[in-house]
């Protein structure tokens, strides 16, 4: 997904204060990847697995019924994915699979033109082992398979050329996201720490920093990318930028994030709210209410607020969308200064935008 935290390279000062002793963010860290991610991974890897079916049943057995259970699988993995979409960290690295998983904001039709291209090629050279591995991330994840299921180019009931992509791209998809389950199921974060200088840094302080690090950047992208730039906020309203706007899934997507916030922040024993609790009681409470407060605004919004079709003119989908902005926003102030106080180095925003 290229907007969000690329994987940054380690280079933490070894000079950061701590709170406290060595292992004191044992809590909040294991409590988030076991929560968190583990569970997110786990329920992401099940519903890539039902998608795959689905579409196997689709290409089988063609009927709007089987199309339409198709879609709702899709719809189902692609809220999952919302999930874990905040971290670019660990086994979601590997073969660029964060970035396949959704290649978004596809702003030039990229999806479109590869999908085409493969669609009319030898679909025997889809598998070939190292095939996926090395394709596109265009065509690889969330994004390529929404096009084959809402696109008005693809037509799986009717060209069995583009169902078999489909199935294609589901299979691949499904390992990928399996194997990234399984990789977390069996490792913890600091596997994917390394201290390259033999400085005897902390492992769970320096993972934590970059799950602090990549969870301010995607607050920052839910607001600007997810929710900003669709609508015009501060530009030329563009809808079909809102992410997975062919499914019907922006604003859902952007809840289910909202509501994953709050899991990251109670994760542990003891949490991130907890350890804040000890340093600035204030701060963690006020945090603690903006998050709840972000999730109330997204839930207020109509139903059909990012749709194409829908009434609103630019300058009300502006006025319905202010509150939520500007209480993400102080969001994300918020949390940069908790965990600046926690003795944690945020950077700058390593967002790849195009």
Same mark, same amino acid.
């Given at each position: 997904?290229?907007?969000? +935290? /690329?994987?940054?390279?380690? $280079?933490i000062? !070894?000079?950061?204060? *701590?709170? %406290?002793?060595?292992?004191?963010w044992e809590? &909040?860290?294991?409590?988030?990847?076991?929560?968190?991610?583990?569970?997110?991974?786990?329920?992401?890897?099940?519903?890539?697995?039902?998608?795959?079916?689905?579409?196997?049943?689709?290409?089988?057995?063609?009927?709007?019924?089987?199309?339409?259970?198709?879609?709702?699988?899709?719809?189902?993995?692609?809220?999952?994915?919302?999930?874990?979409?905040?971290?670019?960290?660990?086994?979601?690295?590997?073969?660029?699979?964060?970035?396949?998983?959704?290649?978004?904001?596809?702003?030039?039709?990229v999806t479109?033109?590869?999908?085409?291209?493969?669609?009319?090629?030898?679909?025997?050279?889809?598998?070939? +082992? /190292?095939?996926?591995?090395? $394709?596109?991330? !265009?065509?690889?994840? *969330?994004? %390529?398979?929404?096009?084959?299921?809402?696109? &008005?180019?693809?037509?799986?009931?009717?060209?069995?050329?583009?169902?078999?992509?489909?199935?294609?791209?589901?299979?691949?998809?499904?390992?990928?996201?399996?194997?990234?389950?399984?990789?977390?199921?069996?490792?913890?974060?600091?596997?994917?720490?390394?201290?390259?200088?033999?400085?005897g840094?902390?492992?769970?302080?320096?993972?934590?920093?970059?799950?602090l690090?990549?969870?301010?950047?995607?607050?920052?992208?839910?607001?600007?990318?997810?929710?900003?730039?669709?609508?015009?906020?501060?530009?030329?309203e563009n809808?079909?930028?809102?992410?997975?706007?062919?499914?019907?899934?922006?604003?859902?997507a952007?809840?289910?994030?909202?509501?994953?916030?709050?899991?990251?922040?109670?994760?542990?024993?003891?949490?991130?709210?907890?350890l804040?609790k000890?340093?600035?009681?204030?701060?963690?409470?006020?945090?603690?209410?903006?998050?709840?407060?972000n999730?109330?605004?997204?839930?207020?919004?109509?139903?059909?607020?990012?749709?194409?079709?829908?009434?609103?003119?630019?300058?009300?989908?502006?006025?319905?969308?202010?509150?939520?902005?500007?209480?993400?926003?102080?969001?994300?102030?918020?949390?940069?200064?908790?965990?600046?106080?926690?003795?944690?180095?945020?950077?700058?925003?390593?967002?790849?935008?195009?």
């Amino acid at each position: 997904m290229k907007y969000f +935290p /690329k994987l940054i390279a380690i $280079a933490i000062s !070894a000079t950061s204060p *701590l709170l %406290a002793s060595a292992g004191q963010w044992e809590g &909040p860290l294991n409590g988030i990847v076991d929560n968190v991610v583990k569970q997110g991974y786990a329920s992401y890897s099940e519903s890539s697995k039902t998608l795959q079916q689905k579409t196997n049943t689709l290409c089988r057995s063609p009927s709007q019924e089987t199309l339409k259970n198709a879609q709702d699988a899709f719809q189902s993995n692609a809220l999952d994915w919302q999930q874990v979409q905040w971290l670019n960290f660990g086994p979601v690295t590997y073969f660029m699979r964060y970035y396949a998983f959704e290649y978004w904001p596809d702003k030039k039709g990229v999806t479109q033109r590869q999908l085409r291209s493969l669609a009319q090629g030898e679909s025997k050279v889809m598998d070939a +082992p /190292k095939f996926w591995t090395s $394709a596109s991330i !265009a065509v690889r994840g *969330l994004t %390529a398979i929404e096009s084959l299921l809402y696109h &008005p180019d693809f037509q799986p009931l009717q060209a069995a050329k583009h169902c078999r992509l489909l199935e294609k791209v589901t299979i691949h998809h499904f390992e990928s996201a399996d194997a990234v389950a399984t990789q977390w199921q069996n490792g913890k974060a600091q596997d994917w720490v390394f201290d390259e200088e033999g400085m005897g840094l902390d492992p769970e302080k320096i993972a934590l920093e970059q799950f602090l690090q990549q969870w301010v950047e995607h607050m920052s992208a839910v607001k600007d990318a997810k929710l900003e730039t669709p609508i015009g906020y501060n530009s030329r309203e563009n809808l079909k930028l809102a992410e997975f706007y062919r499914s019907d899934l922006p604003l859902k997507a952007i809840q289910k994030n909202l509501k994953s916030y709050r899991e990251i922040y109670h994760a542990g024993s003891p949490s991130l709210f907890d350890l804040a609790k000890q340093k600035d009681p204030e701060l963690a409470e006020q945090f603690e209410a903006q998050l709840t407060q972000n999730l109330k605004l997204a839930l207020q919004l109509p139903s059909d607020f990012f749709h194409l079709n829908a009434t609103y003119s630019q300058e009300k989908r502006i006025a319905l969308a202010k509150p939520l902005v500007q209480s993400i926003s102080n969001s994300q102030s918020y949390l940069t200064s908790l965990v600046t106080q926690l003795g944690f180095q945020i950077g700058f925003n390593s967002r790849d935008g195009d």
